[in-house]
């Protein structure tokens, strides 16, 4: 199945004013959060990909055309260093397609642009790469197959850590509430689409405004939702937070690797905070 990645954005909230990289290029560990994003996929078996490009193409361009696989494999050194033999792989078996989808196309307008590579394509996966999570993605594709909704998305409880005000007569407090305990959901940026996604998507149209509010307006749109890990990157103090996860060794997003999937749990896992409206 395809996997169409949105990372062309300029993606202003991650800036921490020295690094120009776009945002899918901070880095996580030793690789960025889009190689995160695709190895989940590929864990599953998705790895023909269609990366839909603008601000810093060339930062991802030049991430895999020169890529070291022995940054994160296991390798045997002979000759000197003129002969490297790998003993697994990361990205051998997979198929990428970069594609300039404008510099300031929104998300809906940029998947418009890939529609060409997607056809006869049943269903199709679409992702923001900038959000991590060890969702079980099989079972969430597996509904969405089961199912005649036109899409689907992954839903996650508000992560937002501000608190709201509930008032009563003559402006009187009544309660103050954390966000992330009220009975709503938020939208993960983990989709399965059918190509009728494209019949509701404009010119310079938003995915989830147009696209998915209108499956959802006909009653065509399916959640999944999911209460365990799911973590943004959307701002500094966001990939902060998972660096700072993934140095102490909890990194639960990597259900590629069993070892470092089944970490013990820190007593306080960092948390998404001050999350905004994409």
């Known amino acids: 199945m395809k996997v169409v990645l949105f990372c062309g954005g300029y993606g202003m909230r991650m800036r921490d004013g020295t690094n120009v990289a776009p945002k899918p290029m901070m880095m996580l560990g030793n690789r960025p959060l889009i190689w995160h994003v695709m190895r989940y996929y590929a864990f599953y078996g998705h790895r023909d990909f269609i990366l839909c490009l603008g601000y810093g193409a060339q930062h991802i361009k030049d991430f895999f055309l020169h890529y070291a696989e022995t940054s994160s494999n296991d390798f045997v050194m002979t000759a000197s260093g003129q002969k490297i033999e790998l003993l697994s792989s990361d990205i051998a078996d997979w198929r990428i397609s970069f594609i300039d989808t404008g510099l300031k196309s929104p998300i809906g307008e940029r998947l418009r642009r890939v529609r060409h590579l997607l056809e006869g394509e049943e269903l199709f996966l679409a992702n923001y790469a900038d959000v991590l999570t060890d969702a079980?993605?099989?079972?969430?594709?597996?509904?969405?197959?089961?199912?005649?909704?036109?899409?689907?998305?992954?839903?996650?409880?508000?992560?937002?850590?501000?608190?709201?005000?509930?008032?009563?007569?003559?402006?009187?407090?009544?309660?103050?509430?954390?966000?992330?305990?009220?009975?709503?959901?938020?939208?993960?940026?983990?989709?399965?689409?059918?190509?009728?996604?494209?019949?509701?998507?404009?010119?310079?149209?938003?995915?989830?405004?147009?696209?998915?509010?209108?499956?959802?307006?006909?009653?065509?749109?399916?959640?999944?939702?999911?209460?365990?890990?799911?973590?943004?990157?959307?701002?500094?103090?966001?990939?902060?937070?998972?660096?700072?996860?993934?140095?102490?060794?909890?990194?639960?997003?990597?259900?590629?690797?069993?070892?470092?999937?089944?970490?013990p749990v820190p007593e306080q896992m960092p948390i998404a905070i001050d999350i905004e409206a994409r």
């Open 136 to 263: 079980p993605l099989d079972r969430m594709v597996e509904r969405m197959q089961d199912s005649q909704a036109g899409a689907s998305l992954l839903a996650v409880p508000p992560q937002s850590a501000f608190h709201v005000v509930e008032m009563g007569e003559d402006d009187v407090v009544t309660e103050i509430r954390s966000v992330n305990t009220l009975p709503m959901w938020e939208n993960g940026g983990y989709f399965v689409l059918r190509q009728e996604i494209f019949d509701l998507l404009p010119e310079n149209g938003d995915l989830v405004e147009d696209g998915c509010a209108g499956l959802a307006a006909r009653g065509r749109l399916l959640a999944y939702p999911y209460l365990g890990f799911w973590h943004p990157a959307d701002t500094v103090k966001e990939r902060a937070a998972l660096d700072e996860a993934y140095q102490s060794g909890h990194h639960p997003w990597m259900v590629w690797d069993s070892d470092k999937h089944n970490a």
